[in-house]
């Protein structure tokens, strides 16, 4: 059974800083891993998607990388905004259709 | 685009009642949905995967008598709260699964329903 862990819980850093949020999964065989962005009520907002044969994927100041062997993700938000502050969520698929299973998010406060 | 829609965004009923919650893809097809439940500052929780034309399969410990789950087109998807009490509050986010050609496959989500059963 997939297990996805996500640490540290929360997370406040000035803004500017870097931001580096951290994913572990225990089964290796994952089809894809997902980051999401998730407001105070709000539903998911998809960042990023990364295929099991891809080892990072881009968007803007958003990097995201995978490591199968390792059973890790990374998310990487440069020069952070107050506007980042959301929990941020992981998930990983086991197969095309298949359900996702999530982390319990990183809460990330970025402070003016 | 993969725009996901629900309906209501809010509900707040009686305890007792049943309540109803749509989940559409706008602009594709999905046959397959996935309906999730959120408690506060805590992690999705996958209750059920819904399949278009067939029934639904729950997970562990999620009453499928409680949660009726009906995939009737490619498009739609509903959960029904039957008889609910205040323990069923709580914030229902569905997903809709769109292929993307050659292996690639991502769950779109929906903006969530928040529920309140008094």
């Known amino acids: 059974k997939q297990e996805v862990t996500q640490i540290p819980a929360a997370l406040s850093v000035p803004e500017g800083e870097n931001l580096v949020l951290n994913c572990s999964f225990t089964?290796?065989?994952?089809?894809?891993l997902q980051w999401f962005r998730q407001d105070p009520g709000k539903g998911l907002t998809s960042l990023l998607l990364?295929?099991?044969?891809?080892r990072e994927q881009t968007s803007g100041r958003l990097n995201a990388s995978l490591d199968k062997s390792s059973g890790r993700s990374t998310l990487y938000i440069a020069a952070s905004q107050p506007g980042d502050s959301a929990t941020y969520l992981c998930?990983?698929?086991?197969?095309?259709?298949?359900?996702?299973?999530f982390g319990g998010g990183t809460r990330v406060l970025v402070k003016p | 685009g993969a725009v996901v829609s629900q309906h209501p965004s809010r509900v707040i009923c009686k305890s007792g009642t049943s309540v109803k919650i749509e989940c559409r893809s706008l602009?594709?097809?999905?046959?397959?949905m996935f309906w999730y439940r959120q408690f506060p500052k805590q992690s999705l929780m996958l209750m059920a995967t819904?399949?278009?034309?067939?029934?639904?399969?729950?997970e562990q410990g999620v009453e499928k008598d409680k949660f009726l789950i009906n995939h009737a087109s490619l498009t739609l998807s509903t959960l029904t709260v039957t008889s609910a009490h205040p323990e069923d509050s709580s914030f229902y986010i569905c997903?809709?699964?769109?292929?993307?050609?050659?292996?690639?496959?991502?769950?779109?989500f929906g903006p969530g329903t928040r529920l309140t059963v008094t």
């Open positions: 997903s809709a699964g769109k292929a993307a050609g050659g292996l690639s496959y991502e769950q779109y």
């Open positions: 089964d290796s065989a994952i089809y894809n």
């Open positions: 990364i295929q099991s044969s891809q």
């Open positions: 998930a990983g698929g086991k197969a095309a259709g298949n359900k996702l299973t």
């Open positions: 602009d594709f097809q999905a046959t397959t």
């Open positions: 819904s399949n278009e034309g067939s029934k639904a399969t729950y």
